[in-house]
């Protein structure tokens, strides 16, 4: 503060001195009158300045010379750097004031004209540290992939700069689509600094890219130790991931670990769908329906779902329309008033050939919401009352151009999925599929169960012929 003050007083009396002296020159009408050792001479305003000036240059070099002599008297006195240091401050000097500029210049998306800047600094300073990552990034710029990897292996050598210099290479590799040593790249970035989220991100998605589930859910459990990823968010994403370790390993023939993988998954997230329905499904294989029976219906509390009532039914699959009714009364009484549970009970009911409570269950859902499902269920229902054939087919009609209702729709890109899965497919986003209606109701359609004759199972005699005229159109739709 004090040396501040010192220059600023410096500055105001030279430039005031400056300001005397040209006003005195300007005053004076013979000119600048120096007496030297008897010898007078006499110079004009133009001759003073030069002569000014001289002195100030003058002045300079006694100054420059001074600190030489004085850096050769250290030397001579036992200092070995005296010299050295000298000489590099000047070098110094140049080369952060280059440095400084290759910074600007990179901040403003000069690319070359970083570079270029970058090089002076880099003959200037012995800081590779600097000026081989200001380097790189201005090689990253302008397209110079090979000019930007030497620098960035340079890098590797100082330990604090490697995280830096892996993660520069380990993004080249992704943009060569080089995924195999990228993924070995980001582990090692991911050693250097676990809590840094970028990385956690990115090994996260190369090792789901690459199935790699089980060291999808370690990096996951990093992510909620560093305090990256909401501890909600974090049971729902591992399940997902314990759910895809289950299938890859019942995949294998390992139907035990799978089982646990998937009980372990529904644990975490109970209102994961494919959790639920693959749990229960292990269940029933062991004969133990009552677990099965639960974990569908704690499942079916949280979310109904078509997939949850086709695995209900598959804990008794001989059973009759009738008792098939009785038995799903404990799924469909936990959420009576959801669409879905109102959808089974008519599908339910249809089977049981009780068509006016097929239709009391329907209610107002064709006027309301006429999706082909709702639609199709009704054709069945008016044939089941003996509807004219005009009618019934009336019915189908309108299913062929209905919304196809809730379906597995991507929450980033609206891509409609046939079936979930944990990566879209479209826009590669981890866990974005939901059941929901997309913004437009058009597409394939998204499961077989939600037609009536496969949810139900084994249909009667008149459900078959509903059955038989709901392939017919959906085959027509289909060509």
């Not at 880099?122 to 540290?129: F, G, K, V």
């Not at 990552?133 to 990253?140: E, P, R, S």
């Not at 991931?241 to 109970?270: D, H, M, Y």
Request: proline share 5%; aromatic share 6%; hydrophobic share 45%.
């Amino acid at each position: 503060m004090l040396w501040s003050l010192v220059k600023i007083v410096l500055f105001v009396a030279v430039i005031a001195g400056l300001s005397y002296g040209a006003a005195y020159l300007t005053e004076s009408e013979g000119g600048l009158r120096v007496a030297v050792a008897n010898i007078e001479f006499t110079l004009g305003p133009l001759q003073a300045v030069i002569i000014v000036l001289l002195l100030m240059l003058a002045l300079w070099l006694i100054l420059k010379i001074v600190g030489l002599l004085v850096a050769v008297l250290r030397f001579l006195n036992g200092d070995q750097t005296a010299l050295s240091r000298y000489f590099d401050r000047t070098r110094q000097r140049k080369g952060m004031q280059a440095l400084a500029d290759s910074m600007i210049a990179l901040a403003a998306g000069e690319g070359r004209a970083a570079l270029r800047k970058a090089e002076k600094a880099e003959r200037y300073l012995d800081r590779p540290q600097l000026t081989k990552l200001v380097t790189a990034q201005a090689a990253d710029m302008v397209g110079d992939t090979r000019r930007a990897e030497d620098a960035y292996k340079a890098l590797l050598n100082d330990d604090r700069t490697r995280f830096v210099a892996v993660r520069g290479i380990m993004k080249q590799r992704l943009a060569e689509g080089d995924t195999a040593t990228a993924m070995k790249l980001a582990k090692k970035a991911f050693a250097l600094k676990p809590k840094h989220q970028e990385t956690q991100d990115l090994l996260l998605k190369l090792q789901a890219d690459q199935h790699d589930w089980k060291g999808a859910r370690e990096t996951l459990s990093a992510k909620v130790k560093a305090g990256t990823l909401p501890r909600d968010v974090y049971r729902r994403r591992d399940a997902v991931l314990a759910l895809q370790e289950a299938r890859e390993v019942f995949a294998e023939g390992n139907s035990i670990e799978a089982r646990e993988a998937a009980i372990t998954a529904n644990k975490l997230s109970p209102d994961l769908i494919p959790a639920a329905t693959m749990t229960a499904r292990s269940y029933i294989a062991e004969g133990n329906t009552k677990y099965a029976a639960r974990v569908l219906k704690k499942a079916w509390e949280a979310r109904p779902h078509p997939d949850l009532a086709a695995a209900f039914a598959e804990i008794a699959p001989d059973e009759t329309p009738q008792q098939r009714l009785r038995r799903f009364s404990a799924l469909t009484s936990l959420r009576p008033d959801h669409e879905e549970t109102r959808l089974l009970k008519a599908e339910l009911n249809i089977a049981a050939e009780d068509f006016p409570a097929a239709r009391r269950a329907l209610g107002n859902l064709p006027e309301t919401h006429p999706t082909a499902r709702v639609l199709t269920i009704m054709a069945a229902i008016e044939r089941g009352e003996g509807a004219d054939e005009a009618v019934v087919r009336g019915w189908l009609a309108k299913a062929l151009t209905a919304p196809r209702g809730p379906q597995w729709t991507c929450d980033s890109c609206h891509n409609i999925h046939s079936q979930w899965v944990p990566i879209c497919d479209n826009c590669g986003g981890f866990d974005t599929l939901s059941w929901s209606e997309p913004p437009e109701g058009s597409g394939p359609s998204p499961t077989q169960t939600e037609m009536l004759p496969l949810i139900v199972g084994a249909p009667a005699t008149q459900a078959e012929a509903d059955a038989e005229v709901i392939d017919v159109e959906v085959k027509k739709e289909e060509k």
